[in-house]
């Protein structure tokens, strides 16, 4: 069956990181200069305006920073999904994503609560990091 | 310190309202133009004396609506202004462009202006309903826009310190209170207790419907001139004691203020200095409520309480009629009508022009006779915020 689902929309600058996704990569810029891992992807580093940069792998692991709870589907292809949980995770490499936390019920879902990554193969172009409750937290 | 100089210089001189709530069958420019017009008659001033037009942003048009422009506004009101400017994304700086725009000599007088076709077009506030195809990265995640945004900022400050539905009912409830005693108000004649706001179903968790702001149908203008001329006008001239605008500029997802201080510390400190005078000379507040926890977050950014305080600070009707600190006198977005920040703004300008009827602070509701009223205004999601302390000269 044909995905449904909003896909996302890679331009120039996101590019990259889409691609690391379909590779099961987490893939972010961290800064030749000052070692400032940015996210979104930018032509220079917004903390010393220095553009050389290297891309890096993300270990996957991370936290919940904060998270909500969709009870109403906004968009017809999530009414099958609600409620269900979006969340923005930190990693301990830096950047806060928008993802969302899956392998739980939502009401088990907490601030600070250690996640890891895994992947959702939605279409042959494109997979989407999501966040399940670590198996082993540290 | 040159802000000081401005402290009382300019002055809201004139609202202009329209029918508002449901009102179909008609276009968001409309609403603009008519706004516009009842706030250039409201001041005692004709269309010629207008020099600048500042309009709000405006999200994309519903139905088979054009898009509304300041030409276009220009065009209906048949003037011509020497300044036509318009907010693109949400950053609230239109009382600060009009008062520049008159330091500098450009403009003698400054409508700024908001309106839209909201409830009867349908609108939601979320991209999805008014494109056809989401146009941003997150959606692939089912994440779509304001309200799971600001849900998100909220359940991080419930995790760090108790923020939640307790503390957002009593703002909910004494801003209906307010509303029931305005009869422009969208939930004027609906009651809500309690009861009612706990048994109201999830939107986007930990929001319920009674946490988010109205769409409505309606317009919303103000007019800003030089105190001295607005001395000259048919209203009470209500000026701008002190101002202040902060840009944190960071998608809420990255911030890391989900969970404050906002932006709303930075831009108080720079208006209350520009004013000279502190929290306690405040008399009532007009505060921008896109959902009950920004009313939180924002009065306790500017210090009212502690963090996690307002719990308890809101309760017993503090900020209801016959309250202590009235909040969102008019019944605000929550309760009122959705005009952006101009929803806050025009109602401390009413209040101290005398002009609200029953809902009249002082003697009509056993609160305070105001004198200072402190406005906020916010953009994106806690991205922007800006301070406005108005008060009768």
Known sequence: ????????????????????????????????????????????????????????????KGRVYSYAVYHVAFHPAFKDDVPYVTAAVELPEGPRILTNIVGCSPSEVKCDMPVEVVWDDVTDEFSLPKFKPAAHPD | MYLKKLKDRYAIAGVGYTP?????????????????????????????????LICYRHFEPVGNDTEVTPYLVAQHLGIRPHILSQEANCARGHLLHAMGLMEAGFCNYVLIVYGDNAHSGRRTFIREATHS?????????????????????????MYLYGSGPETWKEIGVSQRRWANLNPRAMMYDRSLT?????????????????????????????????????????????????????????????????????????????????????????????????????????????????????????????????????????????????????TPLTEGVMQLMGRCGERQLGSATKTKEPEIILCSDNGGVFQTHSTIIVRRP
């Not at chain 2, 146009?135 to 600001?150: I, L, P, Q, R, T």
């Not at chain 2, 009313?295 to 306790?300: A, D, G, N, P």
Request: hydrophobic fraction near 35%; charge should be negative.
């Open chain 1, 1 to 60: 069956m044909a995905y449904k689902k909003p896909l996302p929309k890679p331009n120039a600058d996101t590019r990259p990181f889409w691609e690391g996704c379909r590779e099961h990569q987490l893939r972010f810029q961290r800064c030749g200069h000052c070692g400032h891992v940015r996210w979104p992807p930018s032509v220079i580093c917004p903390a010393c305006h220095v553009s050389e940069t290297e891309w890096i792998v993300a270990s996957g």
């Open chain 2, 20 to 52: 508002q709530g449901n009102v179909a069958g008609r276009t968001a420019l409309s609403f603009y133009v008519e706004a516009c017009a009842n706030a250039i008659k409201d001041a005692g001033l004709t269309k010629e004396d207008i020099d600048g």
């Open chain 2, 194 to 342: 309690y009861e009612d706001y706990l048994a109201a179903n999830w939107i986007v968790e930990p929001f319920r419907i009674y946490d988010a702001a109205l769409i409505s149908d309606g317009g919303r203008a103000c007019i800003v001139t030089s105190t001295e001329r607005a001395r000259d006008l048919r209203n009470p001239p209500v000026s701008i004691m002190g101002i202040g605008e902060y840009n944190l500029s960071v998608d809420i997802h990255q911030s890391d203020f989900m969970a404050g201080p906002t932006g709303t510390k930075e831009a108080g400190k720079i208006a209350f200095e520009m004013a000279g005078i502190n929290l306690d000379e405040i008399d009532a507040c007009e505060i921008y409520d896109c959902f009950t926890h920004t009313v939180e977050i924002t009065l306790q950014d500017y210090g009212f309480f502690g963090p996690g305080e307002g719990r308890d600070w809101f309760k017993d009707g503090r900020t209801a009629p016959g309250g202590e600190m009235p909040v969102n006198t008019s019944g605000g977005l929550l309760s009122e009508a959705y005009f952006m920040g101009l």
């Open chain 2, 133 to 157: 195809e989401p146009a941003d990265d997150n959606a692939a995640f089912g994440e779509f826009g304001a309200v799971s945004n600001y849900a998100m900022a909220a359940r991080r400050a």
